[in-house]
């Protein structure tokens, strides 16, 4: 089965973060994420790889 999409919300309770640090991430750290209309979307599996490869930590 697919896995889900997941909000900025969702993904901010995931990785106990600010949702401030999340848009940060995205433009800064090129954190994966989907615009779908106005909104960011996230799969935890892209976020995840991303996590583990470096992309949260600060440069």
């Known amino acids: ?13 995931y990785l106990n973060v600010s949702k401030e640090t999340i848009y940060r991430w995205i433009e800064h750290n090129s954190m994966p994420g989907h615009r779908v209309g106005r909104r960011w979307m996230f799969k935890q ?11 949260a930590s600060e440069k």
């Open 45 to 55: 599996n892209e976020v995840d790889t991303w996590v583990r490869s470096g992309g």
């Open 1 to 13: 089965m697919d896995e889900r999409w997941l909000t900025v919300e969702d993904i901010r309770q």
